[in-house]
């Protein structure tokens, strides 16, 4: 089907297949289309359907409670279309090429390597039919028979032509994809993987001091910001803070990894984990000991340690929506941090 996209900016077309979102669509072809999550929530890839059969999956998606469906009003992550269709998007920044980063694309990726990391957080890995490119903080979106709708989940490893993405999965009652995940041996499945998407990235070229502020599985991209920096030796030249909010020593996880990453940097990467409902009462921690403790929420750990030094600072925060605008509010009235130098992602 052949999709006309209208803008503020200019006329945009592109094909889209059978099944395939109209966001997804768009991006694939390179055509920047505004969105956050890719997954229903956040209503930033709204659009009109002009002309055409196109169709919403998710009608209770949470991002499209302030849609007019009536006058065709649509989530482009949500909607599919039967025939060619004309939209328009109320946006004057949509091109046809990216600026920076990867054009995403759709593979498909096996299961493999799933394992308990707390009695809520999975790791697994997925090997990839095909090599993905994707810059260190970035997410992409998994779907699969078992579950109705895609699921954002942000890469915990980092590499160039990568053959396996990581991840890390915090299991939330009642939730679809965490039911399934967490409920049978999903080892060796299938799943359907689109992206890399996001814009929570890190780009060793910029040559800033980087501030991560990760709540719970949240820490996924910062351990790919982690990883890609340790690769190319970012902290011999700058500096890095981050903050890893869990609720007890219990819920934590990836300790040896970080501590790892702790020990490659040096003195310019300081890693600190939050503990929100614990006092652990030590200022390092009794087995790793390059990481350090502190109690309370982990923005308010964050806004202790950083004071005086956003010199040069890009923050980087993920993790439950709460937490995010709790962090993003200490990076502002702080750290005086430009909207522009804070780049984050809400997990809804
Ligand atoms: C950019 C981004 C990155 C994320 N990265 C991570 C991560 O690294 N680790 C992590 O643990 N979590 C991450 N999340 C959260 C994750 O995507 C899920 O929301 C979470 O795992 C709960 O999923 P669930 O299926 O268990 O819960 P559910 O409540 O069943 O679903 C949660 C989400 O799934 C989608 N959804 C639900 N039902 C439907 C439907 N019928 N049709 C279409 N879509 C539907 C919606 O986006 C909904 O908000 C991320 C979220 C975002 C936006
Ligand atoms: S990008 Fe579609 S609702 Fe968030």
Redesign the pocket.
């Given at each position: 089907m052949k999709i006309t996209v209208q803008t503020k900016g200019g006329q945009f077309e592109y094909d889209v297949d059978t099944g395939e979102t109209l966001l997804a669509g768009a991006l694939r072809n390179g055509i920047t289309l505004p969105y956050e999550?890719a997954?229903?929530?956040c209503g930033t890839c709204r659009g009109r359907i002009m002309t055409g059969d196109c169709h919403m999956?998710?009608d209770e998606?949470?991002g499209a409670a302030r849609l007019k469906r009536e006058k065709g009003d649509c989530l482009l992550c949500?909607t599919t279309a039967t025939s060619d269709a004309l939209v328009r998007v109320p946006s004057s920044k949509v091109t046809d090429h990216f600026e920076r980063g990867h054009v995403p694309c759709h593979c498909k990726g096996t299961l493999t390597n799933s394992r308990m990391l707390t009695h809520d957080v999975m790791h697994f890995d997925l090997v990839l039919d095909r090599p993905l490119n994707f810059d260190a903080g970035q997410?992409v979106t998994l779907s699969c028979d078992q579950?109705?709708?895609?699921?954002?989940?942000?890469m915990v490893n980092y590499a160039a032509d990568a053959q396996i993405l990581s991840?890390?999965?915090?299991h939330?009652p009642?939730?679809?994809?965490?039911?399934w995940l967490f409920g049978e041996d999903v080892d060796g499945t299938e799943v359907s993987v689109f992206g890399a998407l996001?814009a929570a990235t890190f780009y060793p070229e910029e040559d800033r001091n980087i501030i991560c502020i990760g709540g719970g599985?949240g820490i996924?991209g910062m351990m790919s910001i982690l990883d890609r920096a340790c690769q190319e030796k970012y902290f011999t030249d700058h500096a890095g803070h981050v903050f890893f909010g869990v609720r007890t020593m219990a819920d934590s996880f990836y300790l040896a990894e970080l501590a790892s990453f702790a020990e490659q940097a040096g003195e310019n990467l300081s890693i600190t984990v939050a503990l929100s409902d614990e006092d652990p009462g030590l200022k390092r921690h009794p087995e790793f000991d390059a990481l350090k403790l502190d109690t309370g929420f982990v923005h308010e750990a964050a806004s202790r340690a950083m004071a005086g030094r956003y010199d040069n600072a890009i923050g980087y925060v993920a993790g439950p929506p709460p937490m995010v605008d709790a962090s993003l509010r200490v990076l502002v009235a702080d750290g005086k941090l430009p909207v522009s130098d804070i780049r984050y992602?809400?997990?809804?």
């Open positions: 999550c997954t229903g929530t999956g998710w998606a949470p949500q997410f579950v109705v709708g895609a699921r954002a989940y942000s991840f890390v999965v915090k939330l009642g939730g679809g994809f965490g039911d996001g599985s996924a992602d809400k997990f809804s």
